[in-house]
């Protein structure tokens, strides 16, 4: 986004903010964890695998409400900076009507993946307990969501960057030489 809406700015802006962005990498999810950290861990074993539990020492703190406290700034800033990026696009001299389309369309996508993600936050956060007849779903669908969430950004690249394509599948271009 901020290559569109600060072109001229984008790689000075980039220099300055990259280290604080990177160490915010690896703080956030620590909001998200942190009582995990401190209770007690069990391991439940299941057929050939396991799954983990915990018995939170801060009870209130469960891992859905602290990660729907995350999520939800995610669907507004991946909101606005939709609105933000397709306004800023609109008032380029020399649009490029293929890019926007692609942007939009991966940005909205992006966007619908987090609500529905967040949808199944406020589920285990607020619901569970009240209708848990459709628990096993919503894990289902709360893990999908989340690996798509993970896998989509780079498939979404792929798809709309021939250049890419052509280098990351080893397809070569005949250039005269």
């Known amino acids: 986004m901020t290559c569109v809406?600060?072109?001229?700015?984008?790689?000075?802006?980039?220099?300055?903010?990259l280290k604080p962005v990177l160490i915010l990498q690896y703080l956030l999810p620590l909001g998200?964890?942190?009582?995990?950290?401190?209770?007690?861990?069990?391991?439940?074993?299941?057929g050939v695998g396991f799954s983990v539990n915990y018995k939170a020492a801060i009870p209130w703190a469960n891992v859905s409400?602290?990660?729907?406290?995350?999520?939800?700034?995610?669907?507004?800033?991946?909101?606005?900076?939709?609105?933000?990026?397709?306004?800023?696009?609109?008032?380029?001299?020399?649009r490029i009507?293929?890019?926007?389309?692609?942007?939009?369309?991966f940005t909205l996508i992006m966007g619908l993946q987090t609500t529905m993600y967040a949808v199944t936050q406020i589920y285990f956060a607020f619901l569970a307990p009240s209708i848990p007849s459709i628990r096993a779903t919503m894990v289902l669908?709360?893990?999908n969501i989340?690996?798509?969430?993970?896998v989509y950004s780079p498939i979404a690249l792929l798809i709309s960057n021939w250049e890419?394509?052509?280098?990351?599948?080893?397809?070569?271009?005949?250039?005269?030489g």
């Open 141 to 143: 669908i709360a893990f």
């Open 65 to 94: 409400l602290l990660n729907l406290f995350h999520c939800i700034p995610c669907v507004v800033l991946v909101t606005i900076f939709f609105i933000v990026t397709i306004y800023g696009l609109t008032m380029l001299e020399y």
């Open 5 to 17: 809406v600060l072109p001229v700015r984008h790689v000075t802006l980039w220099k300055k903010i």
């Open 32 to 46: 998200v964890i942190w009582n995990i950290l401190i209770s007690r861990v069990y391991i439940n074993p299941s």
């Open 146 to 150: 989340f690996d798509v969430m993970h």
């Open 164 to 176: 890419l394509r052509n280098d990351i599948f080893g397809s070569k271009r005949q250039n005269g």
């Open 97 to 105: 009507k293929n890019v926007e389309r692609y942007l939009a369309i």
